[in-house]
DNA sequence: GCACAGCTGTGAAACGTTTCAGCGACTGCT
DNA sequence: AGCAGTCGCTGAAACGTTTCACAGCTGTGC
């Protein structure tokens, strides 16, 4: 049905090497040569098939990248990062969402090792994945995103996200908050945890301990997840009922502040939210989101650059990148308490 | 580097034929040689290599998805419609991002193509692409997503762009609105323009003329684009100002509302705003969104069923499907007015 | 004892590229 | 005239699968 590289050659006259060498070395080809192709090309709209192509070349123009949620706008933004760096290349992104199933990861490395990808760009899931760890084996060049790389023996792009929940803690600390609840996935993802110490060194550093700290852990790293959160902390009795919220995400901060206003608590007079990202969203929220900003685009740009400079090979060593987050204060964290109260 | 079927074959002492049929017909092989071989294929970490085998199928195990804007949530809901389809019937998606740029749509469609994917779905930019026509004579299945076929000869799946736009308006129409405009990019898609001549089909309906409606037509159809349509409403001498906007979407929507307060202007009491889609960030905005509610997964999957159908082949015939919008009235439109003020 | 069927397994062709050794024709130099 | 070098092109091998005709073998019914 579709045209093929001997058919182009047929027509044109000439031998399937030469139609290849139009394709990929135009300048050896003689001008008369070249046109009759080309010609033919177009007559026969023929379209090289990169399967074969690539079965040639022992791997394809392909890259991965693997994500825990595509509905968080973080990741689309980073997805953006990647795709304009892969573009440049002439590579193609291969876009797979986990939901943070270790199942669905799994598939989706499966697939990506069959596919023979270039390498695998992965934000994982908290469990050890023997699939990304047999693509590793295989030497598949792999970069993690948003988490830091356990060991040197790999690439990594993150945020430091000890800082960043620092920044969140001590911020609402200096408001007068003395009775804080961090609200983060039950995944047990390690930059989840990092965010708790974080929150949890700025408590010991104001406070002497981290006794006003507590954690909830919703089903989910989603809105639904902040709602699930909300209802828990307004059947808390107010005299222990926490005053603040540190969510590990902005969809999950985003899910609160609904849950709050939905049960008549006002955000911040009763109530402050820090979020984590700062999606564009966050800014545009009921009451405007305080958030933690990583740079989503930047971190995505960096990953790919590092996964195709592994792929090449020359004498790459591996890095752990860290880029430094923000706060960046809204609304809804704004309210200053008296600690004593 | 990677093991082959050959190597397989070599270390369970048989034949690439019969390491073939372990993987593709397993019920053929005695079960003696079937442990032999899927225990070279352990010991060899063996992994199929898609390219060689769908180079000699013909087409490979793989669909597109080509979107107007991946950072658009709509879009998002969409994707994991068709994943989920396409997942379980052991399909990838490749998703692909054009941000209504002509030059990448074209981009995009050439590598599908070349990578010979079963089918491809497709918001398409305004302009006519001559890489979608050549793909549909090439006989590559091609479903239209969020808008209607312009003829029968295609499959697509869209939302009655006309009846949405009209509900929106004889809700603001209702609410005593007399002065509306309508927030739409200036692309020109025809989705759009539907959703336009449904507001002035209302209108007419109510005032006998659609003269109290006008158009802003920003650079793009995200939170920047409402952003820039706010600036320029407010620019309006209050006299001939507008009292409310239907936006194309609820991006723009919320840019419009984050533009009115960022001017002093109070939503819903001095300007009233719809928006479309119904994305989930519309209920948590400062002002919860009324909006236009489409079917998002549904789309994705139904999309993905007809493509699948086509694929297959069997006396497909092409389907246009056109889901109900609904209408969901949320604070941005809650106020009535006199309409003789 | 023979024809036949059923079961396992083999080996080679085919898919559409890229790559590379090599061939003929020409050019320019000695 | 002879030779080396360059240019443009050819033809075949190779990439890793799947598929298919068919070869051995065993057992069965007559």
Excluded: W
Excluded at 20 to 44: H, K
Excluded at 231 to 249: E, K, L, Q, S
């Amino acid at each position: 049905m579709n045209a093929s590289i001997r058919d182009v050659a047929e027509r044109a006259g000439v031998s399937v090497g030469t139609v290849s060498n139009v394709l990929n070395r135009p300048d050896t080809v003689s001008e008369s040569t070249r046109d009759r192709v080309l010609a033919a090309i177009e007559a026969l709209g023929f379209v090289r098939n990169e399967s074969a192509r690539h079965l040639r070349a022992g791997r394809s123009r392909t890259i991965g990248l693997v994500v825990l949620d595509i509905a968080n706008p973080f990741f689309t933004d980073v997805a953006r990062g990647v795709e304009e760096v892969a573009n440049a290349q002439g590579l193609s992104v291969i876009l797979c969402n986990t939901d943070d199933e270790p199942d669905k990861q799994a598939a989706h490395l499966d697939s990506l090792a069959e596919q023979r990808v270039q390498g695998v760009l992965i934000t994982p899931t908290a469990e050890p994945s023997p699939q990304l760890e047999s693509l590793r084996r295989r030497g598949v060049p792999v970069v993690l995103v948003d988490r830091q790389a356990p060991d040197i023996g790999q690439c990594s792009v993150a945020v430091d996200d000890h800082l960043g929940g620092r920044l969140a803690g001590e911020h609402l600390l200096e408001h007068g908050h003395r009775r804080i609840t961090f609200i983060g996935g039950s995944s047990g993802l390690p930059q989840i945890q990092e965010r708790l110490d974080g929150v949890s060194a700025a408590f010991r550093a104001v406070c002497g301990s981290d006794d006003g700290l507590t954690v909830i852990s919703p089903e989910s790293l989603t809105v639904a997840g902040g709602l699930e959160a909300a209802a828990r902390i307004v059947g808390i009795p107010a005299a222990r009922r926490p005053t603040a919220a540190v969510c590990a995400n902005d969809l999950m901060a985003l899910g609160v502040l609904q849950g709050m206003v939905r049960h008549g608590v006002r955000v911040p007079d009763d109530f402050a939210i820090v979020g984590y990202d700062d999606i564009d969203f966050a800014a545009a929220a009921a009451v405007p989101l305080t958030s933690v900003r990583k740079p989503r685009l930047e971190l995505g740009r960096r990953a790919t650059e590092l996964l195709l400079a592994e792929a090449r090979g020359d004498g790459h060593r591996h890095e752990q990148q860290v880029f430094g987050p923000m706060l960046v204060v809204r609304e809804s964290s704004m309210v200053r308490r008296d600690p004593t109260a």
